[in-house]
């Protein structure tokens, strides 16, 4: 089954404890970016990657790091999370060339 | 950069009425609009998307039109069921700036019986 899935779920942690959130697709996408959702501002970018090793900033990258090593996986990685990077997260993929973005589950992060 | 405007943020109708979703942008250059429905505790699913060579698009009862000129894009939904009943985004994207999705705010829709 096509699909963008991320890991984990659901996270609590304290503040300046180092986390990754996982992202991987099994559809061979080039394009993989990653979202914020906080209530009344809908979702805003952090980075994206255009293919393997090419990543850059989206809107709002700071406190956040990322990495394109393998073409399936888009970690998202806070090394010093603080209390405003509480979220609801997501990672989203799409072909080269198609505009059409599909989206992994959500990770829900509250940082205390 | 781009920047989208939606409203209302939150709306209320009768199943069987209809409901429009406005949103616009900033960047002459957005070529591709999508909207995506959430639902509670879901991922936003695309559920129409329209391009800036079409003025409008139907899929069953959800209809997307657009105005290049006024710079904004409505979603239309005729015959609202309870199923209808979710978080809509609309988003724009410009040409040239690597797919990056811009979303509007979000319109909370609630059909009642």
């Known amino acids: 089954e096509a699909q963008v899935t991320q890991n984990p779920r659901y996270l609590i942690t304290v503040t300046g404890k180092k986390l990754t959130v996982t992202c991987s697709q099994n559809m061979n996408h080039e394009y993989m970016s990653w979202y914020r959702q906080d209530p009344g501002l809908g979702l805003r970018q952090i980075y994206y990657?255009?293919?393997?090793?090419?990543?850059d900033k989206g809107d709002v990258p700071e406190g956040y790091k990322v990495s394109r090593k393998e073409k399936r996986n888009f970690p998202l990685i806070l090394e010093s999370p603080s209390p405003n990077q509480t979220s609801l997260y997501f990672c989203?993929?799409?072909?080269?060339?198609?505009?059409?973005?599909?989206f992994g589950p959500g990770t829900r992060l509250t940082v205390l | 950069g781009e920047n989208v405007e939606q409203h209302p943020s939150t709306l209320s109708v009768q199943e069987g009425d209809s409901a429009v979703i406005k949103c616009t942008y900033s960047d002459s250059a957005s070529n591709y609009f999508p909207w995506y429905k959430q639902e509670l505790g879901k991922r936003p699913q695309l559920i129409i998307d329209?391009?800036?060579?079409?003025g409008e698009k139907k899929d069953q009862r959800i209809a997307v039109t657009l105005n290049k000129t006024a710079k904004h894009f409505s979603l239309h939904i005729t015959e609202t069921q309870p199923e209808d009943s979710a978080v809509y985004f609309c988003?724009?994207?410009?040409?040239?700036?690597?797919?990056?999705?811009?979303f509007g705010t979000g319109t909370r829709l609630q059909v009642t019986l």
């Open positions: 988003a724009a994207i410009a040409a040239g700036t690597a797919s990056k999705l811009t």
């Open positions: 990657s255009m293919n393997v090793e090419v990543t």
């Open positions: 989203a993929s799409s072909l080269w060339g198609s505009d059409e973005q599909f």
């Open positions: 329209i391009r800036s060579n079409v």
